[in-house]
């Protein structure tokens, strides 16, 4: 059984109000003050994991008896081998090396699998461990402008990696992909902002902030990047209650939108979404959302994560069948999403929570169908 008066302990001690903590977990503040108070029991163990991950509780007899692990965020054996293969890189020695440009045209169609398929996930984790091991032999193989084009297949490895592992919520694994693609572009600014995201995801939002900063202050030629970190740096500043920051941040990014472009500007109109929902500002976002039009996204990663944003604030507002209708959208174009992308867990715990008689059966059969 889980202890109330420990959760209460530990949210003071993060420095978390009541609220902020039911927000960040997807249920009431009400409800959690009854779990604090010992009136209401805490059974489920999806909502105890979430609970101990934004408490940043490693070990669970912190908030119950016994002595129990968190397991990893995405407990499958595909997911296992990612790891594996991003950290024992070196394990596959006695192939031989594929040609940089065979080696393009995997990579190219891994990203195009990620962002096109409605079985990505899966997909994707099946063809990474075997394309970094190829792009890695690929480097190692080739000299002079082929090492140069091999190098930069290879980033682009490290890349999907982190991409997948940041969806799936492996945040520090993400962390060691995204780390190898900035050393091995050369502090490519797009990659450090890339990077950046991760360090949001991890709750290190003081150190993605000051990587932002410092890429802007470094003036890169790209002004998308320097968009970005704008943007990057915003969400960090959200998730640090830092108000007048962020808008500063957000209206920086919306001045360089207004100079590359609409591709540019419907980015910071997704982040302005992403930033209001972090910042409980559910009602907002929910405004913001409708001046976007997420058709527009070309590729699923992003389209799945405004979405998610989207659905977020109607659940927290109250609004079971305008969140439960936005993740139709998502089963219909990539049913694994609400399998694997760990921002939808506390979505779908939200409004199981809610018990709305309209969309308990939708729910049901969208679990039936993402299972």
Not at 58 to 79: F, I
Request: overall charge neutral; proline content about 3%; glycine content about 6%.
């Amino acid at each position: 059984m889980v202890d109330g008066t420990r959760i209460m302990a530990r949210r003071r001690s993060r420095g978390l109000t009541r609220r902020i903590l039911a927000d960040l977990v997807g249920c009431s503040e009400e409800w959690l003050r009854l779990v604090e108070n010992g009136v209401k029991p805490l059974d489920r163990l999806s909502t105890i994991m979430r609970i101990a991950e934004v408490l940043r509780v490693e070990d669970l007899s912190e908030l119950v008896g016994g002595r129990t692990k968190l397991p990893p965020a995405c407990d499958h054996g595909e997911s296992d081998e990612v790891g594996n293969a991003l950290l024992l890189p070196g394990r596959f020695t006695g192939e031989a090396a594929e040609s940089v440009l065979r080696v393009q045209q995997h990579v190219m169609a891994a990203w195009e699998v990620w962002q096109r398929s409605p079985h990505r996930y899966t997909e994707t984790r099946r063809r990474l461990p075997p394309l970094l091991s190829m792009a890695d032999l690929s480097v190692r193989a080739a000299t002079g402008a082929d090492r140069e084009a091999g190098t930069a297949g290879l980033i682009q490895v490290y890349r999907l990696f982190a991409a997948l592992l940041r969806s799936c919520g492996q945040h520090a694994l993400a962390l060691v992909a995204a780390d190898r693609a900035v050393a091995s572009s050369e502090g490519s600014a797009i990659i450090q902002a890339e990077m950046a995201g991760v360090l949001v995801s991890l709750g290190r939002y003081a150190d993605a902030r000051r990587l932002c900063l410092a890429v802007i202050d470094d003036r890169p030629e790209s002004l998308e990047a320097t968009g970005l970190c704008y943007l990057t740096a915003a969400l960090a500043a959200a998730e640090a209650s830092d108000v007048l920051r962020t808008e500063e941040l957000l209206n920086h990014a919306r001045k360089i939108g207004n100079r590359l472009g609409p591709e540019f500007a419907l980015e910071v109109d997704l982040h302005r979404v992403a930033v209001a929902v972090r910042m409980g500002r559910y009602a907002q976002a929910i405004r913001l959302a409708a001046g976007v039009d997420a058709d527009r996204l070309p590729d699923k990663d992003r389209q799945a994560r405004h979405l998610l944003a989207v659905a977020t604030a109607h659940a927290m507002d109250g609004d079971s069948s305008a969140a439960v209708t936005l993740l139709w959208r998502i089963v219909e174009g990539c049913p694994e999403e609400l399998r694997f992308n760990a921002d939808a867990g506390p979505v779908l715990a939200r409004l199981r929570a809610m018990d709305c008689e309209s969309t308990r059966r939708e729910l049901r059969e969208m679990t039936r169908i993402t299972a």
